[in-house]
């Protein structure tokens, strides 16, 4: 069965500091992947979204950035983190265009101070 | 454009009441998908059902029920006799055979003993 992984679950940095989330897929391959901020009490912000290695597409400009250097693994970066930045981070895959259901990892909770 | 809507931020009912979560959707497409998922307080997101634009048949699950109607745009979540661990964040999402879904804002459901 496949399973997703987020770390860290709860990061607390301050301003101007990088970020790495890191996310891992196991048990498929070749999967579409994305990356969600969700705002505290808000819905859910598509940020970067990846068909394949090396493939990034970008939904919003921000101070952020996303790679896939390895097929099942999806990284979101910042160098310098912003008080906005603040948020639930939620990773997700699905194995296909449309007719597919994403599956989402544990999130990874992020206090900018 | 395609777009979601959930009307009901916050809906609050006791144990063992029947509710209803709304949502309408938006699309040019004649093709889609509509999901629904669940958070909990832990935050990780919980696929609940699909259906595709072509089936229109009520979905009974448990104590879950789901009403398409085409006619309206329409995709209705019912939860019959509903219990405390039913207490969590609703997102109904739409999905235009691309690589996105769709998300709606949400509906916070407290279910009270």
């Known amino acids: 069965s496949q399973t997703i992984h987020q770390w860290p679950a709860t990061l607390v940095q301050p301003v101007g500091s990088p970020l790495s989330l890191e996310c891992t897929v196991e048990g498929t391959s070749n999967p579409n992947l994305y990356w969600y901020r969700q705002a505290a009490g808000r819905g859910l912000q598509l940020l970067f979204y990846?068909?394949?290695?090396?493939?990034i597409s970008s939904e919003v400009p921000q101070n952020l950035s996303a790679s896939r250097p390895q097929d099942r693994q999806f990284i979101l970066s910042s160098k310098k983190l912003l008080l906005s930045d603040s948020g639930f981070y939620l990773c997700?895959?699905?194995?296909?265009?449309?007719?597919?259901?994403?599956?989402f990892g544990p999130g990874t909770r992020l206090t900018v101070t | 454009a395609q777009k979601v809507t959930q009307a009901q931020t916050e809906i609050s009912v006791v144990e063992k009441e029947d509710v209803t979560l709304d949502c309408v959707y938006e699309?040019?497409?004649?093709?889609?998908?509509l999901f629904w998922y669940k958070q909990p307080p832990s935050g990780e997101l919980v696929f609940l059902i699909r259906?595709?634009?072509?089936?229109?048949q009520n979905e009974i699950s448990g104590r879950y029920s789901w009403n398409f109607q085409k006619s309206t745009s329409s995709f209705n979540f019912t939860i019959t006799a509903s219990q405390v661990v039913d207490s969590a964040v609703y997102f109904c999402a739409l999905s235009e055979s691309t690589d996105k879904l769709i998300f709606g804002t949400g509906t916070r459901l407290q279910v009270f003993p």
């Open positions: 259906r595709n634009s072509f089936d229109e």
């Open positions: 990846s068909v394949g290695i090396g493939q």
């Open positions: 997700a895959w699905t194995a296909g265009y449309g007719d597919y259901e994403q599956y």
């Open positions: 699309t040019r497409d004649t093709t889609y998908y």
